[in-house]
């Protein structure tokens, strides 16, 4: 835990907006205005998609893990939560996201404990969580997939994204390489999966259940990733 908080660390001193979304390259690139856009898209497309699966959340308190700079805290304060609270284990990041977010809604939050110990249990309407948990050894991903679950609220929502496993020539070949080498291919940001299946009996165990698996693109083109539609049954 320690290697991720120092990593996030250095990324979000040195260009925080690009490391949690590299659409626009590399150096200080983005226009703020156009990284908030593009969280609040985001966020519609995501209640569009709750709503077509017929699951309407509460529009109290949303947790954004692994916030960033904010992008996806700023869009679900903007799609009308009461309250939203961006959690992440970067001060850099948080500092972005404390200068960019101007929303008295939105509070940001550091935690650097494998526990989510900043977030009380039963108290979140909606989980959110995007590009975050693929760059974290398995054991932790897992185990704040069972911290959401308890942090939920009863009939409470949690939607995060995973990739499954690397896909095509270039992804799998790129599993071969030396870790020292991946790493600097990835600039950095580790990448890992969990098969489906893993995951959705993860979900249950924990008190969770799937109401889907989505297609994601989140990772990137060269991993199989998804977004999963979850309910807290408390
Ligand atoms: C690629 S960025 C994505 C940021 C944001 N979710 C977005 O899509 O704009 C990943 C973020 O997850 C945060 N993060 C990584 N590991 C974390 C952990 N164990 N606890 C909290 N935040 C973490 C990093 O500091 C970084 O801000």
New binding site residues.
Partial sequence: ?IG??RR??Q??DTD?MW???TDAGRGGRWDPADFLR??RR?IDAMLSLLDRRGLTPKMGTAL?????????SAGLAAAGFARVIG????PT?LAKAREIVDDERCEFVH??G?ELASVADDSIDLVY????LQ??PTE?SHG?IRHFLRAAAPGGLVVFQLPAEPIGLVGGAMKALPAPVLDRLRAG?EMHGTPTAAVTRLIAEAGGVTVSVEEDR?AGPRWRSHLYVVRAEK
């Fill in positions: 835990m991720v908080a996030w660390t990324l979000g925080p490391a949690a979304l593009t969280g985001e954004d893990f692994g916030c960033g700079p904010g992008r996806l959690v992440d284990v970067s990041m935690d650097e494998t969580c995007c590009r975050v760059h974290m932790l704040y940001m989140s």
